[in-house]
Every structure is written in C-alpha cells, then in structure tokens.
C-alpha cells in the first residue's frame, strides 16, 4: 500500500505543531502516513 500524505500549508507555517500532533497520532494507530508543514505564500 503507498503510504498516504496529509498536510497543512500557509505562511507562516513554521510554528504549527500540527505535524508532530498528527505523524504522533498517526503512529499510534499504525496507520502508514505522514503529516507535513507546506509553507504556500
């Protein structure tokens, strides 16, 4: 199965803790996908 990619984007982006709450989550259940950070001006 190809592991699945989710995200947030904005600007600015770099303070989100978003992604360490999500891939945390994300290991947690086993579920094969990352969460990234997409800084879009």
């Known amino acids: 199965m ?5 995200g947030i984007i904005g600007d600015p982006i770099e303070h989100s803790l978003s992604p360490a709450m999500h891939n945390a989550a994300f290991d947690a259940i086993g579920l094969d996908a990352v969460y990234l950070a997409f ?3």
């Not at 190809?2 to 989710?6: A, P």
């Open 2 to 6: 190809v592991k699945k990619i989710y």
């Open 39 to 41: 800084r879009v001006p």
